[in-house]
């Protein structure tokens, strides 16, 4: 049967609704999605050039989670410090703020309090965070290491090591925000006291469920008024459970937890594309909203120092 002008017209009308209709449909989720994300603060973000392989660069993390309507995110790399390269984004990019850090492994020296010193001094003044030993702390060379037993000590003899305490020294008078590492329970425990008599405001225990901590030594973490992590990547490659999370969540409270990403290597799921999947793990378990504003967005960005969310 041949279309007369009036059915062709009339299908061409449909075809037009149709489009609009799909792209209303698409435009209202993409809206969706980014109010979502809005406010987010990622303390944990893994990007390229890194001597690991990467899923994106440290300006395609920044651009993606600056479209995804995010607030701000933490350049982390294990060997190098990324003051610097949060500095370089953070001119590329805008609608983000973007931090970095030094991970005091042995590739910046170890204990070194001059890295720390250097960071604090590069221009941007994107530096924000020190982390103790990752890949050389003596929890994760034992435990964890591929390869290797040397390690950079935090502790000997039950003290912590000179280094250490000048370390803090230098994160109280600039008010940095001090990350445990990949340190023992037992460590951080030990060194939370020590850095606080120091003078250090900021605590944050990194991903403090990988490190093994016992819900008893979470609860002693708190009572030092430490922010604990836990991050989207262990759920990923089910290490841990978001019943874990919750039940920690529910025991010790929200307002001693912040969530993360730990997202970035090649093969994982973008930034943007783990926190959409956290949030909606986190609400199907029956977090309420406001806890997850909490340890998304209210206590990451305390920790960086930014004006309350």
Not at 270 to 289: F, K, N, Q, T
């Amino acid at each position: 049967m041949l279309s007369t002008p009036r059915t062709l017209k009339l299908s061409l009308v449909c075809l037009a609704v149709g489009i609009i209709g799909v792209s209303y449909v698409m435009h209202a989720r993409a809206q969706g999605e980014r109010e979502l994300l809005d406010g987010v603060v990622d303390l944990h973000v893994h990007a390229g050039p890194d001597s690991r392989p990467r899923s994106v660069s440290d300006l395609e993390a920044a651009r993606g989670a600056s479209e995804a309507g995010m607030r701000a995110i933490l350049l982390k790399n294990h060997f190098t410090m990324t003051a610097d390269r949060a500095a370089l984004a953070m001119d590329q990019v805008d609608g983000l703020e973007i931090f970095g850090g030094v991970v005091l492994n042995r590739a910046v020296g170890g204990i070194n309090p001059e890295a720390v010193r250097q960071m604090v001094e590069f221009s941007g003044s994107r530096g924000r965070v020190v982390w103790l030993p990752t890949f050389d702390a003596e929890w994760y060379v034992k435990n964890v290491g591929e390869g290797g037993s040397a390690f950079v000590p935090i502790i000997q003899n039950g003290s912590p090591v000179p280094d250490v305490l000048e370390i803090f020294s230098l994160v109280a008078e600039h008010n940095l925000l001090l990350a445990m590492g990949h340190s023992a329970p037992e460590e951080v425990l030990a060194l939370i006291p020590e850095a606080k008599r120091l003078g250090v405001q900021r605590i944050l225990v990194t991903h403090v469920f990988s490190q093994g901590a016992t819900r008893e030594q979470m609860q002693q973490m708190a009572s030092e008024d430490a922010i604990m992590e836990i991050d989207w990547l262990a759920v990923l490659n089910g290490s841990r459970s978001i019943t874990d999370y919750t039940m920690a969540i529910r025991e010790i409270g929200a307002e001693f937890f912040v969530m993360s990403t730990d997202l970035g290597q090649a093969g994982n799921p973008l930034h943007p594309e783990g926190w959409h999947a956290y949030i909606g793990a986190m609400r199907e378990a029956g977090v309420s909203g406001e806890d997850i504003d909490t340890m998304s967005r209210r206590n990451p960005a305390r920790l960086l120092g930014l004006d309350p969310w």
